[in-house]
């Protein structure tokens, strides 16, 4: 992997800030960061290359065991700290990997010696006995399809996956050396560490904080560092809108993006009026793991009216709807399929499979339906497995959350051809919108049951947690 690393491709100036430290309300340079992550990597020499597990929280600490991961040459696979023991140690006696870097409050893993690690919170392990890994010399990232189960069908990723994604997504926010950007997800996650990538290659800088979003510690290290630039999903966007982000003095945070999902379009209208008068911009992006981060972005300028759009795709890439292999006409429904730089090598279940190279030759099918109208904009209209047959007509679910999302957070799933709709503390009129959703559909209301809980359950990456609802469901009752 020559050359590879984002330190050594940013450009940046070695006393200009890189990392804020939330926790400590410190700055490190990018020199002190280059300094600290090349005396990490001199602990991480194996003979050959490496595979490592690393449980990242939203730490400095994290940060520059992950670059110095990168920085060494090995494949690194980025997991959930809070990860269930028993899982971990599943994932762990699949791939036995060469070395585990995790917070100290992890007990170490049979068949590992601690070493010296140069963070005292942090556990640096070392195989007892190496595993013969044959690991493709061009892998260097690896992310769990599901972070909350530590799913082991894991997304291979390239450096040159990595590098151009960060790349595409820089000049499609316009991203340069003066932006700073407040993390606002685990960076074991695809988006937190699309925005450490894109940071660094820009020569731009972020803040990382452990601190909870709804906490004061949060936004007070989102102002102490003056960050311009904040993203997250849509559920980030509706913690936002009950916080009051008027209310929370980060004069400063005017460059928003959105990512994981569609954003209502009401919520979308109001971030838009609402950043315009502080001369900010909303951007809307979509993407996919398989895709290292994103695949397309909205122009602020196209807002609120275009709001439904996945918008334009990114530079370098290319992007078609396609039905069995034909390109659909304008406004045909089909599968979203993406070409570009940025695409995965493959997916990984085994050890043997990390040896192997692209298997994808830059094309994924996203699994998401979707049309393109005659402006060139790209609109999703649901997964392909997203979809219920009901009274003999196709119900796109994630078409009913949309059209629920403003009267409560909602998850809808198919649950024996009936449509179930959870709902996050609905209020009592949240009955009547349901029974105006079916005439709008023109189905029997009976298609359609409610069920109330405290809380919809979510993944890391703030996405609606499927797995989880009936338990969470059940739990509600059992009180």
Not at 119 to 141: E, F, N, V
Not at 146 to 151: C, L, R
Not at 398 to 412: K, N, P, R, S
């Amino acid at each position: 992997m020559p050359d590879a690393g984002f330190l050594k491709n940013s450009g940046h100036g070695a006393d200009s800030p890189a990392v804020f430290d939330g926790d400590t309300r410190q700055w490190l340079t990018h020199g002190q960061l280059t300094c600290r992550v090349s005396a990490f990597a001199q602990r991480l020499q194996f003979p050959r290359k490496a595979l490592g597990f690393l449980f990242a929280r939203n730490d400095v600490d994290s940060l520059v065991a992950y670059l110095a991961a990168i920085e060494a040459g090995h494949a690194v696979a980025m997991l959930n700290p809070e990860l269930d023991e028993e899982l971990r140690a599943r994932l762990i006696a699949l791939f036995r990997p060469d070395f585990i870097i995790a917070p100290r409050l992890h007990s170490p893993s049979s068949g590992y010696r601690e070493a010296e690690s140069p963070h005292d919170g942090q556990l640096l392990l070392r195989s007892d006995d190496p595993q013969p890994h044959a690991i493709h010399p061009d892998l260097a990232l690896l992310i769990s399809t599901s972070g909350s189960t530590g799913s082991p069908k894991l997304v291979r990723l390239s450096w040159r996956n990595l590098e151009s994604n960060a790349r595409q997504i820089n000049q499609a926010l316009n991203n340069t050396a003066e932006d700073r950007t407040m993390i606002t997800a685990p960076i074991f996650n695809g988006y937190g560490q699309s925005v450490i990538h894109t940071m660094l290659l820009a020569g731009g800088s972020l803040a990382l904080t452990r601190a909870r979003l709804v906490s004061r510690e949060f936004w007070d290290a989102a102002r102490d560092a003056e960050c311009n630039g904040i993203g997250g999903t849509p559920f980030f966007y509706q913690t936002l809108d009950r916080l009051d982000l008027n209310s929370l003095d980060v004069p400063r945070l005017k460059k928003f993006v959105q990512i994981g999902g569609k954003m209502p379009r009401h919520l979308a209208a109001k971030f838009h009026a609402m950043l315009q008068a502080r001369g900010g911009e909303l951007h809307l992006m979509y993407g996919q793991a398989e895709a290292t981060a994103r695949i397309s972005g909205l122009p602020p300028e196209l807002l609120p009216e275009a709001s439904g759009s996945i918008g334009v795709v990114l530079p370098e890439g290319q992007l078609r709807v396609e039905n069995e292999g034909r390109k659909c006409g304008l406004r045909e429904e089909g599968e979203l399929v993406y070409r570009g730089p940025n695409v995965m090598m493959g997916y990984a279940t085994c050890v043997a499979d990390l040896a192997k190279g692209d298997e994808l030759g830059g094309r994924v099918a996203t699994g998401d339906l979707g049309y393109r109208d005659a402006r060139g904009l790209f609109y999703v209209t649901g997964r392909k497995s997203r979809f219920v047959k009901l009274f003999g007509w196709r119900v796109s679910l994630d078409e009913v959350e949309a059209l629920l999302a403003h009267a409560a957070a909602v998850a809808a799933v198919n649950e024996q051809d009936r449509v179930v709709i959870y709902a996050e503390r609905p209020g009592a009129r949240f009955g009547d919108e349901v029974d105006q959703l079916a005439d709008r559909l023109k189905l029997h209301r009976s298609g359609f049951e409610i069920r109330e809980i405290d809380a919809i359950p979510r993944l890391a990456n703030g996405k609606v947690d499927y797995r989880s609802l009936a338990h969470a469901e059940h739990a509600a009752t059992a009180r």
